[in-house]
């Protein structure tokens, strides 16, 4: 009996050894642990992590600013600059709490301001599905959220991410993130 390989010629046999071995990086990248940040009070549990999703409109909100708050916060925080906040799917929220985030927030325009006419509104209307979606299957659904900048009194990206921050540390370690 031969074996589907063995019939293959010579392209189409490299072509199938290279997709075999995607898979297997694939496969292996998949099952690698992923990094847990450090506690900072030295009591050897794991620190909370927030995704942070932030339109890039926002004030303060260019590259110094976001490496600034990289290094203030560490791992405690993952930045996700968005051309828009309408931009942001349901999925980009949920991977995030299953992957690594204890809480994921996004940061909007000022309604009614947003460059793209309604891009904040209908980031809000998702943000409130998943919200649900998260509460149905036995999560808080304060693990998820959104803050709307202000017209008359706009905040930079580090005063509402520091904001953010101290609303979170409310919040215990994600049940979805236990170590088995």
Do not use: W
């Not at 050897?44 to 927030?50: E, I, M, N, S």
């Not at 006419?117 to 919200?131: M, S």
Request: net charge positive.
């Amino acid at each position: 009996m031969t074996k589907a390989s063995d019939s293959l010629n010579g392209e189409e046999g490299a072509f199938f050894c290279l997709m075999k071995s995607a898979d297997a990086d694939f496969m292996e990248k998949k099952n690698m642990k992923r990094a847990k940040p450090k506690n900072r009070s030295g009591t050897g549990k794991r620190g909370l992590t927030v995704a942070l999703f932030y339109c890039q409109n926002l004030p303060e909100s260019g590259e110094t600013e976001r490496q600034a708050l990289e290094k203030e916060y560490g791992a405690s925080l993952r930045l996700f600059p968005i051309p828009c906040s309408g931009r942001l799917d349901p999925i980009h929220l949920l991977r995030a709490l299953e992957e690594f985030a204890d809480a994921a927030y996004l940061i909007a325009c000022p309604e009614g301001a947003c460059r793209y006419f309604e891009g904040n509104e209908r980031a809000r209307k998702r943000l409130e599905r998943t919200q649900e979606m998260i509460a149905m299957i036995g999560l808080e659904r304060e693990r998820l959220g959104m803050v709307m900048n202000t017209k008359e009194n706009p905040k930079g990206l580090g005063v509402i991410a520091g904001e953010i921050m101290e609303q979170v540390s409310g919040l215990g370690p994600s049940p979805v993130l236990r170590e088995k």
